[in-house]
């Protein structure tokens, strides 16, 4: 790199930071607008508060392209393969914790006018884009950039546009871009129904009443959270990460991914590709599955990667306890006389935990829930 292009990218990335002021203490605070206004400045390197250690890099070259994340059609939970289809759900999320669902009953329509809107968002100027920034976490609709841009010792390739549905706050979105309101609203109805099957079938794939995991995992009080990700280009890939290693702190994700690709998930140690597949729907397991479930479902640590040539937009709706449940492995799932790999606890202490890492690592708040006499992994 020479003077002149380091000199060049250091004034682009001073010229995309700003003062911003915390509306609570009233301090102000210096933060990147997002990483989309610095690529559309023109950077073409990526800066040191980007850059990942060297022994925490992608390493894309190991990644597995052949192994296939398993693929679910959920028109066989409706005929005669009701029983082969809860079997090979069971089989995905013991071997993977993640799963691909096709012929899932949401509409075409709502998902193209929820990605339409997507990219409306992410074409907006950045004086526009910013008019809807906050780090708040009680805000219902919010855009931020990376993970926690103001503490985090390196940052993520990716801004956001969240949508927060909190109890209590039936027009929660009115604060949001007008083109967007209709667009989620329709969007996270369908996918709450689709949650509910996906609930009912894996209850029944672990012997369990249809509803019994519905009714912990999505009561009428629980927070449901969709953010809007946005990675765009990056001038080196194996430098940093869209997003970094990490398992969802909540009971599962459904994700809507472009055709662009980067999502990751690990297996056995290895870093396996997940395929985009036109409107299909990814589903991950969160960590309270994994703990209702005595580790017998996994939560398992996935990552976003960058690339080169294009921009990679996705849509994971996070679906969560009602903050006060009280989480603790089932005991129909247990068995009698066997140990509980995790204590009893509520949720909204782990949420806290999650939320106060100041980055994102791998599945440390696990070890928080993990019972004292376990020592299983």
């Known amino acids: 790199m020479s003077v002149v292009e380091t000199l060049n990218d250091l004034f682009l ?72 289809v809860l079997e090979d759900i069971g089989f995905a999320c013991e071997e993977w914790g ?11 329509e709502v998902i193209e006018k929820i990605w339409a809107a997507a990219h409306k968002f992410f074409q907006e100027p950045a004086v526009e884009r910013m008019r809807f920034y906050s780090e708040d976490l009680r805000n219902t609709v919010a855009y931020m950039t990376s993970f926690d841009i103001q503490n985090e010792k390196v940052s993520e390739w990716k801004d956001s546009l969240i949508f927060r549905c909190i109890p209590g706050q039936p027009d929660a979105f009115t604060q949001a871009p007008d083109y967007c309101r209709e667009p989620v609203t329709e969007y996270i109805q369908e996918i709450r129904s689709l949650a509910s099957k996906i609930y009912a079938a894996l ?22 959270t969709l953010p809007i990700h946005y990675y765009p280009p990056c001038p080196d890939p194996n430098l940093t990460f869209g997003l970094s290693g990490h398992s969802d702190p909540n009971s599962i994700t459904i994700l809507l991914q472009d055709a662009v690709g980067g999502l990751q998930v690990c297996k056995n140690g290895k870093w396996v590709a997940v395929k985009p597949i036109p409107n299909a729907f990814i589903v991950n397991l969160g960590d309270q599955l994994q703990i209702l479930t005595n580790g017998k479902y996994q939560s398992v640590e996935h990552r976003v990667v960058t690339n080169t040539e294009k921009a990679r937009m996705s849509i994971p709706c996070f679906f969560c306890p009602d903050m006060d449940a009280r989480i603790a492995p089932l005991p129909a799932i247990k068995g009698e006389g066997k140990p509980a790999l995790y204590k009893e606890f509520v949720f909204r202490e782990y949420l806290q935990r999650f939320n106060g890492m100041q980055t994102l690592t791998r599945k440390v708040c696990l070890e928080y829930a993990r019972a004292e006499e376990s020592t299983e992994r």
């Not at 993640?98 to 012929?103: E, I, L, S």
């Not at 209850?203 to 449901?224: K, P, Q, Y």
């Open 13 to 84: 990335t001073m010229r995309c930071c700003a003062a911003v002021v915390d509306n609570n203490a009233m301090v102000p605070k210096r933060t990147i607008k997002g990483i989309k206004e610095l690529v559309d400045a023109g950077i073409r390197h990526v800066p040191s508060k980007y850059i990942r250690p060297v022994g925490d890099r992608p390493r894309l070259s190991e990644v597995s392209y052949t192994e296939e994340v398993p693929i679910i059609d959920l028109t066989g939970l409706f005929d005669d393969n009701r029983k082969k």
């Open 98 to 108: 993640f799963f691909q669902v096709v012929n899932h009953g949401v509409s075409e």
């Open 203 to 224: 209850s029944e794939s672990l012997g369990l009443s249809a509803d019994c995991l519905e009714n912990i995992t999505m009561a009428e009080n629980s927070r449901v």
